[in-house]
């Protein structure tokens, strides 16, 4: 079964600096979306994408970060100068289809640690 | 303000035993309604899923949930638990209306022993 995959599973970076999480969503799924989940809290919406334009983006979303499907396989989210609150596990997903109730397909997530 | 709750943080069921776990939801119009576990180290895997028709789902693994309109509530069921079913299982909807986000409850441990 297709899967979504995330890299890289743990990522320990130190504050201020840049960080990229990298996702390949499942081939044949145009939409794409970011969440994250601060330890011993709810799993929450950061952003979805398609059509390589931002559809919508919650309130976590703000300057600092950025989303990105370079190439026809990857779709990556930067944090520009991670802060301590940043650190959280970070879930890609992806979608065949945004409005007729399709699932969303989560990869294992990376563990973003910021020291 | 939309939201889903999921009033026991964790659930206690006996192998062979029927189990349930409790989601309730609070989103204007009719949303799209789903289940998802969540194994130690692993993402979210979708479990089912209610959009229209019978209030009642099948989905993965010989789960269900019975969707019901005037409660406001989409419970998770299995007839007969097993060990392999102890998880973390997590109640998600979407707002039907031009919105793509998932806003999950806060999880329910199922703990199934033998």
């Known amino acids: 079964e297709p899967e979504v995959t995330q890299t890289p599973s743990h990522q320990v970076t130190q504050m201020g600096q840049e960080v990229i999480l990298r996702c390949v969503p499942i081939s044949n799924h145009l939409y794409f979306y970011w969440y994250r989940q601060i330890l011993g809290q709810k799993v929450e919406f950061l952003v979805s994408?398609?059509?390589?334009?931002?559809?919508?983006k919650s309130e976590i979303f703000d300057d600092q970060f950025s989303v990105e499907r370079p190439d026809g396989s990857n779709f990556t989210l930067k944090i520009r100068s991670t802060k301590l609150e940043d650190s959280a596990m970070y879930f890609c997903a992806s979608s065949s289809g945004d409005r007729g109730g399709q699932p969303q397909h989560f990869g294992d997530g990376t563990r973003l640690s910021i020291l | 303000a939309q939201s889903v709750a999921q009033p026991e943080d964790q659930v206690n069921v006996a192998e062979g035993n029927p189990l349930t776990v409790k989601c309730t939801y609070s989103?204007?119009?009719?949303?799209?309604l789903f289940w998802y576990v969540q194994y130690p180290n692993r993402g979210l895997q979708f479990l089912l899923k209610y959009i229209t028709g019978d209030n009642l789902v099948k989905g993965s693994y010989g789960f269900e949930a019975e969707f019901n309109k005037s409660q406001t509530s989409f419970h998770l069921k299995k007839p007969s638990a097993l060990v392999s079913d102890s998880a973390l299982y997590f109640c998600a909807v979407r707002d039907r209306r031009n919105t793509d986000k998932l806003i999950f409850g806060t999880g329910t441990r199922l703990q199934v022993f033998p």
């Open positions: 994408f398609y059509n390589n334009e931002i559809s919508e």
């Open positions: 989103v204007s119009g009719n949303p799209y």
